[in-house]
């Protein structure tokens, strides 16, 4: 890991140092020239691409005003003020961006409560716990399409099909087993968690030198950060990992009731 990360660093900076040469090369004002210049690894923020961003700079009726990282300092009736000075203006276009990371029965609107009445939100307060991201300990027939301990894509389209199909297949086991209830086992639930935490330590490492942002949680060091990640591995390790499990077949790691036993809270059998 700690040679991968050098090697990382060595790439990461040259990539970064091309897109400084090339502001340099488009934009003709130094001084915003040198204000645009990304000076934060690549994977820092969310790479973007515009064929005409930089060039919009150059032109006579646009200007760079630069806050130095302090954002604005207040918004007048007719002006933005940023350190002291007025930037009169006829229309104010609010880029807010969108909300990511943030509880989601916040976002949802509804709380999901389990076994005994506990809520999701409680039993993930110190950090999500969930076998492959797809079922959570405690909440059974529950099942989950999300992208924390999960494989993330940017093809997002792509990776919910794949999860959702991994869910029907386990459904369609379920009930070919005769199963009325399914959840993880405990053992299985941590030792997922523990792959995930394991394999978000060089993510999490290369974040920390990031200049403060959601990917970082604004530079504040969250110890419970690299559980609610996504599986770090990437999407095809993790599609592939998914592919193995039921290729075995013997629906490792999850715990079914039966019949009336489990209406009546019976003892769970291992799948």
Same mark, same amino acid.
């Given at each position: ?10 790439? &990461?900076?040259? /990539? ?49 005003? &630069? ?123 941590? *030792? ?5 935490? /394991? ?22 060091? &969250?110890?419970?950060? *690299? ?22 077949g013997d629906l490792d790691g999850l715990e079914m009731t039966y019949g009336s036993a489990a209406e009546a809270g019976g003892t769970p059998v291992p799948a």
């Open positions: 890991m700690e040679e991968a990360l050098k090697v990382i660093e060595r790439a &990461d900076y040259r /990539k970064m140092d091309e897109i400084r040469a090339r502001v340099d090369a488009i934009v003709k004002d130094e001084a915003a020239a040198a204000a645009l210049k990304p000076w934060y690894k690549a994977f820092c923020k969310r790479p973007c691409f515009h064929d005409e961003y930089l060039d919009t700079f150059n032109r006579p009726n646009v200007h760079l005003v &630069d806050t130095k990282g302090q954002g604005v300092e207040r918004i007048t009736e007719n002006a933005v003020v940023i350190d002291g000075k007025a930037y009169e203006l006829d229309c104010l276009i609010y880029a807010s961006g969108f909300e990511v990371g943030t509880d989601y029965a916040r976002r949802m609107g509804f709380e999901v409560y389990g076994r005994g009445g506990m809520s999701l939100s409680e039993r993930w307060r110190d950090g999500v716990k969930t076998l492959h991201g797809s079922y959570s300990r405690g909440f059974p027939n529950c099942f989950l399409i999300v992208t924390v301990q999960a494989g993330q894509s940017a093809n997002f389209p792509h990776i919910i099909d794949e999860q959702s199909q991994h869910i029907a297949y386990v459904i369609d086991q379920v009930r070919k087993r005769g199963a009325r209830t399914l959840e993880p086992t405990l053992a299985a639930e941590s *030792a997922w968690v523990e792959e995930v935490v /394991k394999a978000a330590l060089g993510r999490q490492t290369y974040l920390a030198e990031c200049t403060p942002g959601y990917y970082n949680n604004e530079g504040v060091f &969250d110890p419970i950060a *690299a559980r609610n990640s996504q599986y770090w591995r990437g999407p095809v390790t993790f599609l592939r990992l998914l592919d193995k499990w039921r290729k075995e």
